[in-house]
């Protein structure tokens, strides 16, 4: 295939996934003398920092989706293909796809990272994971769908079975999920539903460790903490799920809550691909590689983001699965590969924290800064500015930021649409 | 049920259909001496005519769908329920759903069209209608889907079948949809698909008629023909299909085409409803009602909008099924139903045609008025302000107002994302 680029003697680079790491890594190769390809299985690039927004009526897919074909159209050496990705050839140095092979040079995984349910069948089954579009559609469907059987529902029982909204996970996507399902409660309820009582809507967020957003300082988990119970979120912690048989959830300590709704956000897992070999996945499903990126035991491998584990003195089980992360190795592996052009020692990899951020709800954020930590009003101010800027392309910054101004001025979540009813596997199934 | 209204002596009125007909009647019956009902599947309102842009792109769905709910919200003595009616039981003047009976003084039967395929089976199976939202993502989808496959296809032939787009109608979805299929041509294949030569790619409007807008004077019909081929698409008029196997379409005169895309907006019928009396069923599988629009033998059920087929001198067959019959209709009957009230005698629908318009694409439109007609980039524009007059809601207009303003300094059609993968019913059931 390479007939399609300028220069056929540069190396190929092929990049699996069109995600933060992905992507940055093909920006950084723009130009460069590379012929690129950039896999993935979707055609555009999600920016899942926002996905809950979705989940919850506050922004539209396309807000947050963007053509990962209108990134690379003006990068002459990057060639774009919706593929999904079969297994790595390592002999034949090919990766196999459902649309073809694509022979490599350098290969970069970069995969990262979807629901882990930790083996749970049943509840991968019946519960609702958020690492996607068409997930977070769903969820949003399925939200709907429970408050309009609760006003058809006679008996007091079933509506606050239909109303009680569990979400699993206390770590960014679960505080942020709450704290809209309880502006929802508190905004949307009223008006939409009219006949509904909404205080027989009950949102609880179980998280088994002893804070939420164990990344964040205890100072902003305390926060955060307080914030969603001020909001009325029932938060529980040090509390494990044990098993969800679709209407009742089991807690560790034997407790039991009556709910159709189990949101599942309480782990993830790395992409592990067929074809490396097994000595190189570790703890969380990743991949583990070197102060390069370099994948153990390999020359031409290459993993980054979510998916690679690259373990450290201060991170031994490697670096927290996010966005900062992912983009930094992603730019110092372009770096790296020019420097590999030019005869050069490569760079090893270094994370800066910059930070981390949180958003509960209007006006309610906590932000860490390295030397620094706020919360409520300015951190939420904060929060919608840095993740505006961290959007890819103009239209969607645009899109987001009319929206959240329209939220802002009429406390409503617009996007309280049914555009395709979800039901659950089970009752597809049976 | 009638115990959530705050005047339990007032008539009950039961809507079926918040599409413009009923939607229109439940404003006209807000605040008034009513108990209303308003039924629809779906849980928001579809702005049918720009369906066509969000099936290419243009527009998200969250722009032209509105929630139901938030318009009745303000309305005390109205309630909505997301329902599927499943027949009408006359005898004891209850309207039959999937979520209850509901009991009803006067029944407004506002059902709309969906889309005609004349018996043909396999047309029904293989090809794809345009009526609803989901209908929009999925050509949005496949679409795009096509343009990946003709990508990675070596054979040219293939590429071309992968690459020929076939509308049936010539109506005004037909032409806008031809006229956008036209525009992706020509602005986003040589930059998302700079490996394909865009001379591949073929569009073709199928009309059996001897025209294109058939509803509009000649002159205008001209006109658009006129630019539909200079924009490239081949029009045919005067050709009638016979057949379609998902491989090859077969036309009435012999011809075949290879093409992997039929889109079908040739045809509509009426939404009728079981348990009327059968007598009632006629032409075009509509409701044959009076000049009040009250169903013909009936003295409590009416319909009105597409169903609804109301016999005059002008329109032996029923008015044409488009918005501004529907809203007129909805306006008169409820001001009818106030009159009945108040015993005062009803009047009789007359049709007020204010005029039609239909646009081929960037700065082409036509546009008919009763006494004036004109074209080009003032009717584009005066197409465009009606439009979004039209939708419903302030958030939508604004929604779709800085999607068109990106569009149109763009030249781009920025949503293409293919969301949920399309696969046609025949891969699906295989």
Redesign the interface.
């Known amino acids: 295939m390479s007939d399609?680029f300028k220069d056929p003697t540069a190396p190929l680079v092929v990049i699996i996934g069109g995600g933060f790491a992905g992507l940055e890594l093909a920006k950084k190769l723009s130009h460069k003398r590379f012929r690129v390809y950039l896999l993935d299985k979707?055609?555009?690039h999600t920016f899942q920092p926002l996905l809950y927004q979705v989940a919850t009526g506050g922004l539209?897919?396309?807000?947050i989706?963007y053509?990962l074909?209108?990134v690379i159209?003006?990068m002459p050496n990057i060639?774009f293909?919706?593929a999904q990705v079969e297994r790595i050839d390592k002999a034949k140095k090919e990766v196999i796809t459902d649309?073809?092979h694509f022979p490599y040079d350098y290969l970069v995984i970069a995969t990262g990272s979807n629901t882990n349910f930790f083996g749970n069948q049943r509840l991968e089954q019946l519960s609702m994971p958020l690492k996607s579009?068409?997930e977070a559609?769903d969820i949003r469907s399925y939200i709907?769908q429970e408050f309009?059987k609760a006003?058809?529902e006679q008996s007091v029982t079933e509506k606050q079975r239909n109303l009680k909204f569990v979400i699993v996970g206390g770590g960014p996507t679960g505080v942020e999920l709450a704290g809209a399902m309880a502006e929802i409660k508190r905004n949307v309820i009223s008006?939409?539903?009219?006949?509904l009582d909404k205080e027989l809507m009950n949102i609880h967020l179980i998280e088994a460790g002893p804070r939420l957003l164990a990344a964040m300082t205890p100072k902003s988990s305390e926060a955060a903490l307080g914030f969603l119970r001020n909001m009325g979120v029932d938060v529980r912690l040090n509390t494990a799920v044990k098993s969800y048989d679709g209407v009742e959830l089991e807690l560790e300590n034997g407790e039991k809550m009556k709910t159709d709704t189990v949101i599942w956000s309480a782990g993830v897992k790395g992409n592990y691909l067929d074809g490396l070999d097994e000595a190189t996945r570790v703890r969380g499903n990743r991949i583990q590689v070197d102060e390069y990126n370099k994948v153990k035991g390999e020359e031409s491998i290459f993993a980054i983001g979510d998916v690679a584990s690259m373990s450290t003195e201060q991170f031994p089980n490697g670096h927290p699965m996010v966005a900062p992360v992912a983009m930094q190795q992603a730019q110092l592996l372009g770096d790296n590969f020019v420097r590999l052009q030019k005869g050069q020692g490569l760079k090893s990899f270094r994370y800066t924290d910059k930070g981390s951020m949180a958003t509960i709800g209007r006006n309610k954020a906590v932000v860490d800064l390295p030397w620094f930590r706020f919360k409520g009003w300015f951190a939420w101010y904060v929060w919608m500015f840095v993740h505006l800027i961290m959007l890819v392309g103009f239209?969607n910054r645009?899109?987001v930021f009319?929206n959240w101004a329209?939220n802002y001025f009429?406390y409503?979540r617009?996007?309280?649409?049914?555009?395709?009813p979800f039901k659950r596997k089970e009752e597809v199934d049976s």
């Open positions: 399609k979707h055609n555009y539209g897919s396309d807000a989706a053509p074909r209108k159209g003006p060639v293909r919706m649309v073809g579009i068409p559609l709907l309009e006003l058809v008006s939409d539903y009219r006949e239209r645009l899109m009319v329209w009429s409503e617009a996007i309280r649409l049914i555009i395709r």
